[in-house]
């Protein structure tokens, strides 16, 4: 940072143009930018004044065939700790592993929309993801059954059990929980297990949307109907017509676009923007916010008609700190779909990982979770994730705990349910510890230990003699 608290941008680049672009959009955030014609020129001014100064560089990959590999390994060997992001024209899973395998912190496509930058920029001097590789993995396929959500944590399951049960009627559905929790995972699984599951779920995010724009989004409009209206536009409301609206950060919503909503919910019509008559349109509507909505209502900032319409089933989903015993299994979970990436390849993760990620306390929760297993993956050499991997988790897990918390879900309740290279061990091995584990637990009562397996006397005895088990095993 410069002297007068300006941030400082290296910016690698040919074009006058770019850097100029580049230069104003920075500029509103307060940063300041200098200028690198190649590769050679960037290493050269890394011994300036202002080189010694800088607080991230921007490289342009101008050419897609251009292998920007050796600058960066070469300003990664003088400047190990700069944030370096590349700028793009190929937004893939396969040009994310490439760029952060040569040393990028992050990366951004082209054409450079100026808050990605800004907010890229920003995230990168404070050590987190928020360019491209942030969306791409949130964009893995997550569409999962009710029973393929991973999580065993009582809150939890409670949750899903009222979404399961939620997911067969057609009232709305009101999902809260802090950001990056699941939310929308969720609700693809009500909408999915719902009568409406072969048509489409359209998603929506109320809080990315500026205020004049949400109707016309929500509802459409008409050619002509006001200034930049150069041809009609569906609304997300007829795009979902049969099927389900999601609408994400629903405590964002102006509200002016509040009362036209709850105008919908209870006449089951739209009109779009300059046309004479309504619509009728068949929609289910799950709503999503990491706030309080009942709090937000108090606040006079949610309207309390419309509050009580869209909280017909309240769904609560708890923040991952809440259920750290979910975190290997999750953990486990999110790899396997990684690996299905492209230039990404099946990991294992060492116990000494997970009692690593098992003592944070997740603040992006599952999100966090999975862009920071993306990125050990992207960078991991070995066969499978150690607490190496994860030097950002490991800088900064100490700071949350004011005790060790051990490794969750390796063991649970003295049964061990995964072999020391990770992988599941055999159900019948597990079985049969479970049964032990209960007749000590209910100290050789047969009878008890049956009724609280769920089994008959006669099956548990079956089960003895098969397993191998001792009728006074402890």
Not at 220 to 235: C, D, L, P, Q, V
Not at 263 to 292: C, F, M, W, Y
Not at 363 to 389: E, K, M, W, Y
């Amino acid at each position: 940072m410069t002297r007068n608290g300006q941030r400082l941008l290296m910016l690698i680049d040919d074009e006058p143009a770019q850097r100029r672009l580049v230069a104003a959009i920075a500029a509103r955030r307060g940063w300041r930018a200098v200028f690198a014609a190649d590769g050679e020129m960037a290493i050269a001014m890394l011994g300036t004044q202002d080189g010694m100064q800088l607080d991230a560089i921007l490289l342009d990959q101008w050419a897609p065939e251009a292998d920007p590999t050796a600058l960066i390994d070469e300003i990664r060997r003088r400047r190990p700790a700069l944030p370096l992001l590349l700028l793009t024209a190929n937004g893939s899973v396969a040009q994310a592993v490439a760029a952060m395998r040569s040393g990028a912190t992050d990366f951004l496509v082209k054409p450079l929309a100026p808050e990605r930058l800004l907010t890229a920029l920003d995230a990168a001097v404070a050590g987190k993801a928020a360019g491209e590789l942030r969306p791409l993995t949130e964009k893995i396929p997550a569409l999962l059954a009710f029973d393929e959500i991973v999580g065993s944590a009582p809150d939890f399951r409670a949750a899903l059990a009222i979404a399961a049960k939620a997911a067969r009627a057609r009232v709305p559905v009101l999902v809260e929980g802090e950001s990056g929790v699941g939310k929308e995972v969720v609700a693809e699984a009500i909408h999915a297990a719902s009568p409406r599951g072969k048509k489409a779920m359209v998603a929506i995010n109320c809080g990315a949307l500026p205020p004049n724009l949400i109707e016309s989004e929500l509802f459409g409009h008409e050619k002509g109907a006001f200034t930049g209206a150069f041809e009609r536009k569906i609304g997300r409301f007829q795009e979902a017509d049969g099927g389900t609206l999601f609408l994400d950060e629903i405590g964002e919503m102006p509200l002016e676009a509040q009362v036209k909503l709850l105008r919908v919910l209870q006449s089951g019509e739209i009109q779009p923007i300059g046309a004479r008559h309504t619509r009728e349109v068949d929609v289910r509507v799950i709503a999503a916010t990491n706030k309080r909505l009942i709090e937000e209502v108090e606040a006079g900032r949610f309207r309390e008609d419309l509050y009580y319409r869209l909280n017909v089933v309240q769904v609560t989903i708890p923040p991952l700190r809440e259920r750290a015993g979910d975190i290997p299994a999750l953990a486990r979970h999110l790899l396997a779909r990684i690996a299905e990436q492209p230039g990404l390849r099946p990991l294992g993760i060492t116990d000494d990982a997970l009692a690593l990620l098992g003592r944070y306390d997740w603040p992006g929760n599952v999100r966090q979770l999975q862009n920071a297993l993306f990125r050990a993956a992207v960078l991991c050499d070995g066969a499978a994730l150690t607490r190496v991997d994860f030097p950002q988790i490991a800088a900064l897990g100490g700071q949350r705990h004011t005790t060790p918390t051990p490794m969750p879900m390796a063991t649970s309740g003295g049964v061990t349910l995964f072999h020391a290279d990770g992988n599941l061990r055999a159900l019948e091995e597990i079985e049969a510890d479970v049964i032990r584990l209960a007749i000590g637990h209910y100290r050789g009562r047969m009878t008890e230990v049956a009724r609280r397996l769920g089994i008959g006397r006669s099956t548990l005895y079956r089960k003895l003699g098969e397993l191998g088990i001792d009728n006074a095993a402890a």
